[in-house]
């Protein structure tokens, strides 16, 4: 096989799911509305009818029974998929996650391992308001014994799942709801990805965008734009949050000497800082400029379209940050 | 960064002629200065192992600066240069002393001063200007937040204007000079010496000897100069910090003027230990190089007497400035056919003057006097002096 293939978010989602189903037979997917309903965002659309019951399951609305089911199932062998519907929801599963997942290996001295994968959207965009918008994944990313990646790419919405399935230890996907739209060609064949490194998704001199997830197409678009105005941006897609992909950071700052960090998360003690410290520590005599930020407002997330706009990263927004640094 | 003459204050690095790893020997070229006085091959004044080469192309180095790091003896070149490499290793000092501005110099162009009066630097632009030896108080800023940005900097360094070599060697001996006049207390003796002899051994010698082998009758002069110094050895030397050094060795220095304009004075060494032909050999590669500007750090540092010959103008007699921190200049005029008495008859004989300036912080009239009378009674004798 070989082309490529005009496909959206949503269906490389979807693709991704049906490849590792097709590979692995201990994968399977459960969580809320993955099965009948087709997913609250489509993903798992077919899949039910394709694959049966077994093999997708639909749970009551309890976060914390099916993610426990799921870390049991791993535990005992099985490769299981658990969706959660937003990172608000997940927090109702946070002792499972914190507790269980990520630390059973260490406390059973490494007897025991968690080869669950755990997927679940993020962000903002989509008027849904406080409680079902934030961006959480730097919480996550916060805990060690976890892995924490986010594609931003349609490739990467389709192969990191497989690999993710790979790890033996626990891994959390966060998918950017306003991606799901996202439409794109790609090959037609899927390409295994990796979820260990960051990506360099456009090549700059003067100043280093580094995001991931829901902000990376924003951060290119604002790339193009500053590229008129004769500002080179080179466009960092992190991919694994969990752990950072330092070298690349560094070696990107190394070349352009100036950092504005895109994060849809909140500033105070997020994912941002975290990048801004380890720059401070690995690279400061790279920087010309102090290390910048575009983050979420340190509000919830507002339901107004335009106040909901104002909350988050938007290209306008990146560009007259990046030129203020660069000037 | 070694002194490569007594008003040396720093000297642009130019090329390495080493590498980290290699074994060397004192005495060896292991790198280009350039000074005002042109470029020079700095000789290494110890033997080892380079470690680690510190000093880049293009660096304004003050004297004393550190260029090179050198495993001597026993020691590890690799741990010295890993060592070296760790950030725990301090910042050259100079440096530190050119972020120190007065607050006053600090223009951020209605920025908010920084909170501790340093200069706000972005740390690339700090590196940078270290690496171009621009001094970030004379810096305009226009970076993010009125900090002094990387482009600042290389701004900075592209409207300094080349210095003039020539206009810069005329400073180095405008300085020079004016020391030597302000500080050094010159007395003047002159004496005429008949060269007959000297001159008419010289002939006889030359016409038997292939053209390359000939000898001038300056290389005759240089060593006479330095054999009668061994009578007086208050001549040679330094004064410095208030007393006077011996020379080492007979380091005579040669002025020589240079086609551009200026001159240089760069060390014979050792002048009285050299046969006559050694010493023509060295003084024609002396000349040659000090006319390309490829002269050694040793030979820009260390001449302990000058001496100087302005006969090929046709000047009959120079009286000369001392060159600090020395303490004597020998002056020697052309040789011209004069009346010479001799045996109570009239003769004519080529006859030169040779002046001594010296510095009476150090030697006396009287003493000096007996150079004269002994570089005459050598230069009778001009057998003795091959």
Redesign the interface.
Known sequence: MSGTVHINYREALRQGLREALLRDERVFLMGEDVGRYGGSYAVSKGLLEEFGEERIRDTPLSESTFVGAGIGAALNGMRPIVEVMTVNFSLLALDQIMNNAATLRHMSGGQLNVPVVIRMTTGAGRQLAAQHSHSLEGWYAHIPGLRIVAPATLEDARGMLYTALQDPDPVLIFEHASLLNLEGEIAADPQSVDIDYAAVRRQGTDLSLITYGGSLMKSLQAAATLAEGGVSAEVIDLRSLRPLDDSTIIASIAKT?RALIVDEGWKSGGLSAEITARIMEQA???????V?RICGAEVPVPYAKHLEDAAIPQVDGIAAAAR??V? | MPSLGADMEDGTFIEWHAEPGQKVARGQVICVVETQKGAVEVEIWEAGVLAKLIAAPGQRIPVGQVMALLATGTEDWKAIAAAAASPAAPPPPPVRAALQPPVAAFDASGAAPPLSGRLKV??????RAEELGIDLAAVKP????G?I???NVELAAAAIEPRDAQAAMRDAIAAAMSRSKREIPHYYLASAINAENSIAWLEKRNASVPIGERVLFVALQLKAVACALRETPELNGFYQGGKFRPGPGMHLGVAVSLRGGGLVAPALHDVDKLSLAELMARLKDLLRRARSGQLRSSEMADPTITVTNLGDLGVDTVFGVIYPPQVALVGIGRSAVKPWVTDGAIVPARIVQATLSGDHRVSDGMRAARFLVELDRLLQQPESLV
């Open positions: 000497h400061f005599y790279e920087l010309d400029a102090p910048s203020d640094l000037k | 972005s740390p690339a632009a700090r590196r226009s970076g993010a937040h900090a940005s990387m482009a």
